[in-house]
């Protein structure tokens, strides 16, 4: 998928927005390599933070970007931790029902004390909502370690898109992600080094979701790729 056919899925259908996706994403190609569909997210970082060092800060375990395709394609659930992350997620090239966890598991988190986040990620847990879902954490770094203790509980998402963000437990909980990934054979995208974010966790699965399409097009065979 071109940029200015993701941008037209978003719904930038204007002349001048189709100008300047083109333009962006031909400026970062100059910078970021074009060679696999791990660099596609490598660009993607790049494109959404503005930053050309981001691509050497991605981190992909276990094919993500075949994996995270795969499961668009077959509809699953696109889970995020907070409202933002959801938000950021295109409604369009994609049948997956998107959904946060933030919102659940208010009373484990007032009974325990731990942060909404983290609660809201083990009661859908309960629900069985991660198996086979894109697991998306872009901000809350107990969300990301409660997803661990998920996966080493024997949940299996599709894929983790994990990029929270911050100064308490983010880069920790980012190594652990990369730890339980290499341990469960897990489909993982990370970053390293403090910066990420949920503007960040949705470019990153929108990138998911532009796959699936071009898969889907007949641009992409997923069987030909890492
Ligand atoms: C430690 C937290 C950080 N949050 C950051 C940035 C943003 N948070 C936004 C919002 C609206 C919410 N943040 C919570 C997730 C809240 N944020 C936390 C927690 C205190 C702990 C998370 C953790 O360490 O794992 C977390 C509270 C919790 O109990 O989980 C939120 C749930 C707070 C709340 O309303 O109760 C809430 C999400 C609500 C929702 O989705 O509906 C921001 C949008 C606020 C803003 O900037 O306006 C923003 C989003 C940034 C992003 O890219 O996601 C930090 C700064 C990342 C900070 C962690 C950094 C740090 O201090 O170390």
Not at 19 to 34: N, Y
Not at 84 to 89: E, F, L, R, S
Not at 143 to 164: F, H, Q, S
């Amino acid at each position: 998928m071109t940029e200015r056919d993701a941008y037209a899925d978003l719904g930038a259908t204007t002349q001048e927005a189709m100008d300047i996706a083109e333009t962006s994403m031909d400026i970062v190609r100059t910078f970021v390599p074009d060679e696999t569909l791990t660099d596609r997210l490598r660009q993607k970082a790049v494109h959404s933070t503005g930053d050309i060092e981001f691509q050497h800060l991605i981190r992909c375990q276990n094919d993500p970007v075949v994996a995270g395709a795969r499961a668009v394609l077959d509809e699953r659930p696109i889970v995020t931790d907070i409202t933002m992350a959801k938000a950021g997620i295109t409604g369009r090239g994609h049948d997956c029902p998107v959904r946060k966890a933030i919102g659940n598991g208010a009373e484990l988190a007032a009974e325990t004390g731990m942060t909404r986040t983290a609660a809201a990620v083990l009661e859908l847990d309960k629900e069985g909502v991660y198996d086979g879902a894109i697991a998306v954490v872009g901000n809350a770094p107990t969300a990301a370690l409660a997803l661990c203790d998920c996966i080493e509980n024997g949940t299996r998402p599709a894929a983790v898109v994990a990029t929270p963000v911050g100064f308490v437990k983010a880069e920790e909980s980012r190594k652990r992600v990369r730890e339980i990934a290499e341990e469960y054979g897990v489909p993982a995208v990370t970053n390293v080094g403090k910066r990420g974010g949920s503007g960040l966790a949705a470019a990153l699965t929108n990138e998911l979701i532009h796959v699936a399409s071009d898969v889907r097009n007949g641009d992409v065979d997923l069987a030909n790729h890492e």
